[in-house]
Nanobody, 119 residues
Framework: QVQLVESGGGLVQPGGSLRLSCVVS????????MGWYRQAPGKQRELVAV???????NYADSVKGRFTISRDTANNTVYLQMNSLKPEDTAVYYC?????????????WGQGTQVTVSS
C-alpha cells in the first residue's frame, strides 16, 4: 500500500517562504508522476505543480516563477519550495502520486498540510 505524508505547512507573512515535504513509502517512488495540489476555502482543488518520472516539471500560471517542485529519490521525498507567498496561496496543500497504464491507474493522496499566508 502506497502511503504519502506531507509536512512543512504553517503560518507565514506575505512575501515569505515555506518548503513542503512529501515522503512516499510502499512502492517504487521513481515510477510515479508526483504532484502538488491545493484547495482554498470555497474553491475547487487545483493543480499547483507536477514532476514526471522523466524529470520534467509544470506549474500553474498563478505560481510560476515563485514555486519549485523537486524530487529526492534517495529519500523517497518530493518537495515544494514556495517563495514570495501571497494571501491567495492560502490553502490545504496535498501531495499526489500518479501512475497510469493501459490496464490500470494508481492514484494516491496525502492527508494535506495547511498553508496560511496572512499579515
Amino acid at each position: 500500500q502506497v502511503q504519502l505524508v506531507e509536512s512543512g505547512g504553517g503560518l507565514v507573512q506575505p512575501g515569505g517562504s515555506l518548503r513542503l515535504s512529501c515522503v512516499v513509502s510502499g512502492s517504487i517512488f521513481s515510477n510515479y508522476r508526483m504532484g502538488w495540489y491545493r484547495q482554498a476555502p470555497g474553491k475547487q482543488r487545483e493543480l499547483v505543480a507536477v514532476a514526471t518520472s522523466g524529470g520534467s516539471t509544470n506549474y500553474a500560471d498563478s505560481v510560476k516563477g515563485r514555486f519549485t517542485i523537486s524530487r529526492d529519490t534517495a529519500n523517497n521525498t518530493v518537495y515544494l519550495q514556495m517563495n514570495s507567498l501571497k494571501p491567495e496561496d492560502t490553502a490545504v496543500y496535498y501531495c499526489n502520486a500518479f501512475l497510469a497504464t493501459i490496464f490500470r491507474t494508481d492514484d494516491y493522496w496525502g492527508q494535506g498540510t495547511q498553508v496560511t499566508v496572512s499579515s
